[in-house]
């Protein structure tokens, strides 16, 4: 599992995060191999501004130090960076597009998932569109307005059509047909810290 640079300056580095990797370190001495550690061997400043899970793979920006950290910060709890995923779910949504909107928290009997909870959630938002359909699942491009842990697993769950290969919320024969998640950061758009120009990154869908 190795990472690819898609962008470096003096003030940040966009990065391809391959499935199965971890973008933090994780709990206990088993979870310490993770994106961000792995990018400090070269570039020792580099600072965290925001995560994909584990088996998501895809974009991912990093800061090359404080001030930039912060105004890309700012920009992710904005909403004014613009993401685009790739995914493959099971089915086929009876809509061509449509819009998710369910709170989401943690579910603290179940760490580490998360859950739908309309009283105590978290505003949650969500943009999808079909791009293909095949026999047995449908490609759709994802596009969430908010950043909750786990919305678009949970969003996409919601619509009655889990992720392929999602191992902690598709039922068992979903995720038994991808030997992966199939969820994929294949778009970013952000607007330069330093430059102020608006910058865009793609990445080809691995699958």
């Not at 990018?39 to 994909?52: G, S």
């Not at 943690?106 to 760490?111: E, V």
């Not at 994929?184 to 691995?206: D, F, Q, Y």
């Amino acid at each position: 599992m190795l990472h690819r640079i898609v962008f470096q300056d003096d003030h940040l580095l966009v990065l391809d995060k391959p499935s199965g990797l971890l973008s933090v370190p994780g709990r206990g001495p088993d979870l310490q191999d993770c994106l961000s550690e792995r990018v400090r061997t070269a570039h020792p400043a580099a600072l965290v501004v925001h995560r994909l899970d584990r088996d998501t793979s895809g974009l991912m920006v990093m800061a090359l130090d404080l001030p930039t950290q912060r105004a890309l910060g700012q920009q992710f709890a904005a909403r004014r960076v613009q993401k685009l995923y790739a995914a493959i779910v099971f089915g086929s949504p009876a809509a061509a597009e449509g819009i998710v909107e369910l709170p989401l928290r943690k579910d603290f009997t179940r760490p580490p998932r998360h859950m739908i909870d309309l009283v105590d959630g978290r505003p949650a938002r969500t943009q999808w569109r079909v791009v293909e359909r095949l026999v047995d699942r449908s490609r759709v491009e994802v596009r969430p307005e908010t950043g909750r842990s786990h919305q678009i697993r949970l969003h996409l769950l919601a619509l009655g059509h889990p992720i392929l290969g999602d191992n902690l919320y598709a039922p068992d024969e979903v995720r038994a047909m991808s030997d992966r998640m199939l969820l994929h950061a294949s778009e970013l758009s952000l607007v330069h810290p330093i430059t102020g120009k608006r910058c865009h990154w793609t990445s080809p869908c691995p699958f």
